[in-house]
């Protein structure tokens, strides 16, 4: 990436990211529509079927690879830990406030950075410090919750997301190799299309969501379209900016200016305890290097997919 570029391309993940966020949440929590199976299974659908057509016309710049047999048996754990992992941030968020859900994310990365890099002392005091506080004010803000009924709350479902993402970020190290990050994010999305389908079935989702009072507004129609594309899309660009100096600064201030601005545009219940806590944490994860797992397979036109005159 040249550095010319470099701003534009964190702002578009910034944009995206914003913009899923909002998105997402109202849906979940504006029109209330708390049938995860069938949200996530209606945005891998529309992402999958939008990628398929991104890499058949070749408008990435990378191309498919097969998925055999072995390479099922590789990647089946990530698989099954990304559609887990969807289902229980859709739940999560939808049972949270946007800076409280953001602010639990936040410790994954701090855990990782504590995991990978502070037992070699190889990141310097200031961000080994960051990432204790953005833990500390993690566990503080969800124990300050002293009404929750942990059994069966976002927290308990933001807590098996997290582990989710955890558990899929460290087995992607292990997984097969011939396959990029963009054959991985297409063949989950199938796998979470084949899977929750009937998975919704089985919930009963899919007879429940036939009664939903929201279902012939346009705007819950535009919110579920945009949730798949904004989706793919910050996919994608979080493939491409994600190994470039200063995106870990960057994605802790998105998420910063995400979470004011979701405090002025959706209700928030949350105490003023917690919200100093929540505060402390964003500002925290500003400092705290995200690890880099390997570098990112899509080169600089992969946030540009439409090549010209396609």
């Not at 049938?35 to 890499?55: A, D, E, N, S």
């Not at 953001?102 to 701090?110: D, P, R, V």
């Not at 969800?142 to 308990?156: K, Q, R, W």
């Amino acid at each position: 990436m040249t550095p010319s570029k470099q701003p534009i391309d964190f702002l578009i993940y910034l944009i995206l990211f914003g913009s899923a966020v909002f998105v997402n949440k109202y849906v979940l929590s504006v029109l209330n529509f708390t049938y995860p199976t069938i949200f996530q299974g209606w945005q891998t659908l529309v992402g999958g079927i939008l990628l398929r057509i991104l890499l058949s016309n070749k408008c990435l710049s990378v191309s498919a690879t097969d998925l055999d047999k072995p390479g099922f048996i590789s990647l089946l754990p990530s698989f099954l830990f990304f559609s887990a992992g969807i289902v229980a941030s859709s739940k999560a968020l939808a049972g949270m406030s946007v800076p409280v859900y953001l602010c639990l994310q936040n410790s994954l990365s701090g855990l990782l950075y504590l995991v990978e890099v502070a037992p070699g002392f190889r990141g310097g005091a200031a961000p080994l410090l960051a990432s204790l506080v953005v833990l500390g004010s993690a566990v503080a803000a969800v124990l300050a919750d002293i009404d929750m009924t942990f059994s069966d709350s976002p927290y308990f479902w933001m807590l098996v997301h997290l582990a989710c993402v955890g558990v899929q970020t460290l087995h992607s190290r292990i997984a097969d190799a011939r396959y990029n990050d963009v054959d991985r994010l297409y063949f989950s999305y199938v796998f979470s299309v084949v899977v929750l389908a009937p998975a919704s079935l089985y919930l009963e989702e899919a007879f429940e969501v036939l009664h939903f009072p929201h279902a012939l507004r346009y705007d819950f129609y535009a919110g579920c379209l945009l949730s798949g594309v904004l989706g793919l899309f910050l996919n994608l660009s979080f493939m491409k900016v994600r190994g470039q100096n200063y995106f870990s600064c960057v994605d802790g201030v998105g998420r910063l200016i995400t979470s004011l601005l979701a405090l002025a545009t959706f209700p928030d219940v949350t105490s003023t305890a917690v919200k100093v806590l929540v505060a402390v944490n964003l500002v925290s994860a500003v400092f705290v290097p995200v690890p880099i797992i390997k570098e990112a397979e899509i080169v600089d036109e992969a946030t540009e997919p439409l090549k010209e005159g396609v």
